[in-house]
């Protein structure tokens, strides 16, 4: 019998003005149009857009190919699930309610061929770090997000490619280095196994643009995903082993 595959993938950053962003998304949608028909599942786990923000009657442009992509997924059966990241918080029912996909909130907790999986984006998870979270309650605050809706598109889209340019050049002056057993996501997995009965087998996120894979102290594995700005990462699980995987 043919196996069941599921795919994971993060941070494509769709939108973000580096090198040929067309290219880049082209490349994606044929990702996306690619997968093998034995594909049950694919788990987009945060910041597959770079900015992405809808209003009542209005989506963004510039992502044709890759929604249509994905409309086509779920069309021909393939579960699809969105995380929301911190570059693409604010989906208010476009992608249930037109395309079908489902909206998870981290870290969930799947069973997939009889192994456990806890996902997420993994911004935020563990301990630590009051600004981001204050900014994060700020981002997912409802009454800040309707004041927000009523702000030009002109501005409003102005403000958050200033913003995710700002993030990626304090990124380049001070360069981010993997702390590996000490870094947070670590220890939130950790804590989490060590608290639960029913282990993770699983841990898989995005956001660091970091492609790792780690045994954790508490059992269980760690995959954290890489990017697709300049690696296009994935993930595959084929109902017995997960491979960190890229395309050229
Ligand atoms: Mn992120």
Not at 14 to 34: C, M
Not at 138 to 159: D, E, I, Y
Request: charged residues 25%; contains cysteine.
């Amino acid at each position: 019998m043919e196996k069941n595959l599921y795919y994971f993938v993060s941070d494509v950053h769709l939108g973000l003005n580096h090198k040929d962003p067309v290219a880049r998304e082209r490349k994606f949608a044929s990702f996306l149009n690619s997968l093998p028909q034995n594909t049950r599942a694919l788990y987009l786990l945060g910041d597959i857009f770079d900015f992405w923000y809808e209003y009542k009657n209005v989506i963004p442009r510039n992502f044709s190919r890759t929604l249509g992509a994905l409309a086509a997924l779920v069309d021909r059966g393939v579960e699809v699930y969105f995380f929301n990241g911190n570059h693409d918080i604010w989906t208010y029912g476009y992608f249930e309610e037109e395309l079908g996909i489902k909206v998870l909130q981290q870290p969930y907790v799947a069973e997939i061929e009889g192994k456990r999986f806890c996902m997420g984006h993994g911004d935020g998870l563990g301990e630590g770090d009051f600004g981001y979270r204050l900014l994060n309650w700020g981002f997912k605050n409802r009454f800040l997000q309707w004041l927000f809706s009523g702000v030009h598109p002109r501005w409003a889209f102005g403000l958050a490619h200033l913003w995710s340019r700002h993030n990626r050049l304090l990124h380049e002056d001070n360069p981010w280095v993997w702390k590996g057993e000490g870094e947070r996501i670590v220890k939130f997995a950790n804590s989490f196994n060590a608290a639960r009965a029913d282990k993770v087998d699983y841990f898989i996120f995005g956001h660091f643009h970091y492609r790792t894979h780690m045994k954790l102290a508490s059992g269980g594995e760690m995959f954290l995903l890489g990017e697709w700005i300049h690696d296009f990462d994935y993930l595959l699980f084929d109902g017995e082993v997960c491979q960190s995987l890229n395309i050229e």
